[in-house]
């Protein structure tokens, strides 16, 4: 299994409050994501990046910013944190995508995050 | 926007039993990918396929790009096999995810 790795696991926050949560990767890929996962809904892609400093919107982006300074690196930031993003956030990597396809995601063990 | 749809929903089986799952989605893809999540949380990646069939193991996944439909077998299911599992078919803007099949099996 690939290296990746979420930090924190749980947090509990306040409305307002500005939120970082941490993805790390050790298997040097080019491509990570970051999703999140409600009930009745499935995984919805916030944002992802193709490369250092190279990054761009997902289907949810709205109230998220991200940030990769390092291949191995991508924060995903709430800068003020709402009750609507009360959720389960993962974050994944993938070495390669193909024209003609995609490459597998190696997924983190996920964040719990709750906005009270 | 690609529209997934998974059935079933929720399954209930006995330990030893075939199951299917299955997969249609309404935009052509470039490939699939089948996942599992575990009871504690954990997504797996199990299968990334585009065309005919994979197995891995008691698992095997199969495709129809022309028909938009994909299904998850699993043989000789064992209670260890109970989990979510999430189709997720791929076009070039990323993946869209099911809603996921909630897998029981009991002893």
């Known amino acids: 299994d690939a290296g990746i790795t979420q930090s924190p696991r749980h947090k509990v926050t306040e409305t307002g409050t500005p939120v970082t949560l941490r993805c790390h990767q050790t298997?040097?890929?080019?491509?990570m994501y970051w999703y999140r996962q409600d009930p009745g809904h499935g995984l919805r892609l916030i944002h992802y990046?193709?490369?250092?400093?190279?990054?761009d919107k997902g289907e949810v982006s709205d109230g998220y910013s991200v940030s990769r300074s390092k291949t191995e690196d991508f924060l995903l930031t709430l800068e003020s944190a709402t009750s609507s993003q009360t959720s389960v956030y993962f974050c994944?990597?993938?070495?390669?995508?193909?024209?003609?396809?995609?490459?597998?995601?190696?997924f983190g063990p996920g964040t719990r995050l709750t906005v009270l | 926007k690609n529209e997934v749809e998974q059935s079933p929903q929720n399954l209930t089986a006995q330990e030893g039993e075939f199951i299917t799952i299955n997969c249609s989605y309404s935009?052509?893809?470039?490939?699939l990918h089948w996942l599992q999540q575990h009871p504690g949380g954990g997504i797996v990646s199990l299968f990334m396929?585009?065309?005919g069939k994979k197995k891995h193991g008691r698992l095997i996944a199969t495709i129809n790009i022309q028909e938009k439909h994909s299904s998850l077998h699993i043989t000789a299911s064992h209670p260890r096999d109970s989990a979510v599992y999430i189709c997720a078919p791929s076009e070039d803007d990323g993946l869209t995810f099911g809603k996921g099949t909630h897998l029981i099996i009991q002893p």
């Open positions: 396929l585009s065309s």
């Open positions: 990046s193709y490369g250092v400093k190279d990054t």
């Open positions: 994944a990597s993938s070495g390669l995508v193909i024209v003609s396809g995609t490459d597998t995601q190696y």
């Open positions: 298997e040097n890929h080019r491509y």
């Open positions: 935009v052509g893809i470039s490939a």
